[in-house]
C-alpha cells in the first residue's frame, strides 16, 4: 500500500504569526523535523523554522541577487530557470530525508512566501500532496513589529506586504487552504485549530481532549505585542492595501471564497501597474544592484561565520592533541610512582 505524504506549509508575511501557529500545531503532534532555529528576543518560545529550509530559501535568493527583503518581485516563471535545479534537488534531498519518518511534515518559513513555486514544483514531481495554512495580521502591527525589530520604513514593510501576500493568494488558489487572522488564534486557538483540521483534513497525534490544554499553555495574548488602531490603515500612503486587506479577512470564510478571489485579481493586477509605473526599469536596476550587493556581502559573511567555526572546532582539537602531548611525560611519570610503568 502506498503511503500518502503531505506537506503542511504555514505562511505569512514576517511579523504575522507564523511562529505562534508553527509551535501551536507542533504542540498537538505535527511533526516539523530536527534542528529547528532557536528563540531569541523577538521570538522567545522559538521560530520553528527548520534550518536546512531556511537555508535553502537565503540562498536561492541569494542565487537571484535578491535577498528576503526585496520589495520588487522576482520574475514571471523563475522557478523554471535552469539555475535554479540545484535549490530543487536540495529540496527534494530535504523532503526525502524527512519523510523517512513520518508521513506528514509541517515547514514553516516566511520567505516561503518568494520561493514557494520552486517548493510546489518539486512536491508535484514526488508526488507528495501540500496544503496551506495562511496567518493574516493586520498591516499596521506587522509594520510596528518590523520597526522594531529590522528598523524598516512603513512603506518598504507595506511593499512587502502587498507582494508576499499577494504571491501566496496567487500560488495556493489551486490547494487546499486555510486562512487564519493571529488575533482569532491567540483568544480563540480551540476553536481555530478545530476550524484547520476541518477545512484541510489535518489530524493531530495528541488526543482531541488535550488540546486545550496543551493550546493554552502555548499560546497567550502577551504574544501579541502591536495593536493597530481602526485609523491606522487607512491613512497608508500606499494604495490598496485596505482594500487587500478586507479582501484577504474575506478568504476566512469559504463561502465568500469566489467572490473574494476576483477582487484580489483586480487588486493585483492594478498593483502590478502602479509598480511598473512607479518602478521604473531604471529604478529597478538600481534597487536590483544594491540587492545584488547586498545578496553577495551576506553570502561572504556567512562564508566567513563558517570558517570561523570550522578554523575554531580545529584549533579545539589541535589544543587536546597538543595538551596530552605535552603532558604524556607527567602522567608517565605519574604512573611510575603508582607502581603501574616500570622504569
Not at 512536491?123 to 520597526?147: F, N, W
Not at 501576500?165 to 493571529?182: A, G, K, S, Y
Not at 486587506?245 to 474575506?250: E, F, H, I, N, S
Request: hydrophobic fraction near 40%.
Amino acid at each position: 500500500m502506498n503511503r500518502v505524504q503531505t506537506v503542511i506549509f504555514v505562511l505569512g508575511m514576517h511579523r504575522s504569526g507564523t511562529s505562534a501557529m508553527a509551535g501551536a500545531l507542533q504542540t498537538l503532534g505535527l511533526e516539523l523535523g530536527g534542528n529547528l532555529i532557536a528563540g531569541n528576543r523577538y521570538n522567545p518560545q522559538g521560530y520553528f523554522e527548520h534550518r536546512e529550509a531556511v537555508n535553502i530559501s537565503n540562498d536561492l535568493l541569494a542565487a537571484m541577487y535578491t535577498t528576503w527583503d526585496n520589495i520588487v518581485p522576482l520574475p514571471k516563471n523563475w522557478e523554471e530557470a535552469p539555475n535554479m535545479e540545484p535549490f530543487a534537488k536540495r529540496m527534494r534531498a530535504f523532503l526525502l530525508q524527512h519523510f523517512e519518518a513520518t508521513d506528514t511534515l509541517g515547514i514553516k518559513d516566511p520567505r516561503l512566501g518568494i520561493t514557494l513555486p520552486l517548493w510546489q514544483r518539486v512536491l508535484d514531481e514526488l508526488g507528495i500532496i501540500h496544503k496551506y495554512i495562511v496567518l493574516l495580521r493586520h498591516p499596521t502591527e506587522i509594520c510596528q513589529s518590523m520597526a522594531f525589530r529590522d528598523q524598516m520604513s512603513k512603506e518598504k514593510v507595506l511593499m512587502m506586504w502587498m507582494n508576499i501576500m499577494l504571491t501566496i493568494e496567487q500560488v495556493t488558489q489551486n490547494h487546499p487552504t486555510v486562512w487564519v487572522e493571529f488575533e482569532d488564534l491567540l483568544t480563540s486557538p480551540l476553536t481555530e485549530v478545530r476550524r484547520i483540521s476541518q477545512l484541510i483534513d489535518i489530524t493531530f497525534s495528541l488526543p482531541e481532549d488535550q488540546h486545550q490544554a496543551q493550546l493554552d499553555e502555548f499560546l497567550n495574548p502577551s504574544l501579541k505585542h502591536y495593536a493597530a488602531l481602526q485609523t491606522d490603515i487607512s491613512s497608508n500612503s500606499i494604495p490598496w492595501v485596505e482594500a487587500l486587506w478586507q479582501c484577504l479577512l474575506g478568504l476566512k470564510s469559504p463561502s465568500k471564497r469566489s467572490t473574494t478571489i476576483n477582487q484580489i485579481q483586480a487588486i493585483n493586477v492594478d498593483f502590478s501597474h502602479y509598480m511598473d509605473f512607479f518602478y521604473s526599469k531604471e529604478l529597478k536596476e538600481i534597487l536590483q544592484n544594491d540587492h545584488i550587493r547586498a545578496a553577495k556581502l551576506a553570502h561572504a559573511q556567512r562564508l566567513q561565520r563558517e570558517a570561523e567555526a570550522e578554523a575554531l572546532a580545529l584549533q579545539g582539537a589541535f589544543s587536546t592533541r597538543l595538551g596530552w602531548w605535552l603532558t604524556a611525560p607527567f602522567r608517565w611519570g605519574y604512573d611510575v610512582l603508582l607502581g603501574k610503568k616500570e622504569r
